[in-house]
């Protein structure tokens, strides 16, 4: 019973740098999203994705991209580090109730990066 | 854009007493609404997922409702434990199952 699993669970970024935060999940659940936590602003939505090969932007997408190859993977890239990313970033997937239009979301134990 | 708000943010209760947490949302249109506990440190655990047509849902000791007309939603914990202290977090599922969270309550119980 894997779930959704992230890696790495900790990372220390020099701004500037690149990284990708690794998301797998093994329910086959086709709606997977990233979502960054930051203290006072609660779970934002970075960017998400209602199957392989179709990805949109959420609330806060900038500095950040995604692809979907395969309904397991769902890896979040950052493209140059910077402070204002350091965050706890949170990948989940979600189940859909097929013709109820009800969706029951599962997360990983997150990513804790910190960027100087 | 659909906002949602809970309160209170922090709440410190001694053991066995019953409380109620409360999250409220702008926008009625919503497929459904989720709890969340979340321990320090961790992920998020889903606790009770309340669809659009129901208007609870029980799990042991919790209970989650739901009142679609007014924004509102209430999670009921009943004979609290020093093991129930954590945050906990409601999130209200629109279109394109999009995810909107509240900020949590922190929750204490002291044995």
């Known amino acids: 019973n894997a779930g959704v699993t992230q890696t790495p669970k900790f990372q220390v970024l020099k701004t500037g740098q690149s990284m990708t935060l690794q998301c797998a999940q093994d329910?086959?659940?086709?709606?997977m999203s990233w979502y960054r936590q930051d203290p006072g602003m609660g779970l934002r939505l970075i960017h998400y994705?209602?199957?392989?090969?179709?990805?949109d932007q959420g609330e806060v997408p900038n500095g950040y991209n995604v692809s979907r190859s395969t309904t397991e993977d769902f890896p979040l890239r950052l493209l140059s580090a910077a402070p204002s990313q350091t965050s706890v970033y949170f990948c989940?997937?979600?189940?859909?109730?097929?013709?109820?239009?009800?969706?029951?979301?599962?997360f990983g134990q997150g990513t804790r990066l910190t960027v100087v | 854009k659909q906002e949602v708000t809970q309160i209170p943010a922090a709440l410190s209760v001694p053991e066995g007493e019953n409380l109620v947490l409360n999250c409220s949302f702008t926008?009625?249109?919503?497929?459904?609404l989720q709890w969340f506990r979340q321990d320090p440190g961790k992920g998020l655990t889903s606790l009770l997922l309340?669809?659009?047509?129901?208007r609870e849902q029980t799990s042991g000791r919790l209970n989650a409702s739901l009142d679609k007309s007014s924004g509102r939603s209430t999670l009921y914990i009943a004979a609290s434990q020093p093991g129930d202290s954590a945050t906990y977090l409601c999130?209200?599922?629109?279109?394109?199952?999009?995810?909107?969270f509240g900020s949590g309550t922190q929750l204490t119980v002291l044995p």
């Open positions: 309340i669809q659009s047509s129901q």
């Open positions: 994705s209602v199957g392989a090969g179709i990805t």
């Open positions: 926008d009625s249109a919503i497929y459904n």
């Open positions: 989940a997937s979600s189940y859909y109730y097929p013709g109820q239009g009800n969706t029951e979301a599962f």
């Open positions: 329910m086959n659940h086709e709606y």
């Open positions: 999130a209200a599922v629109g279109s394109a199952r999009q995810l909107t």
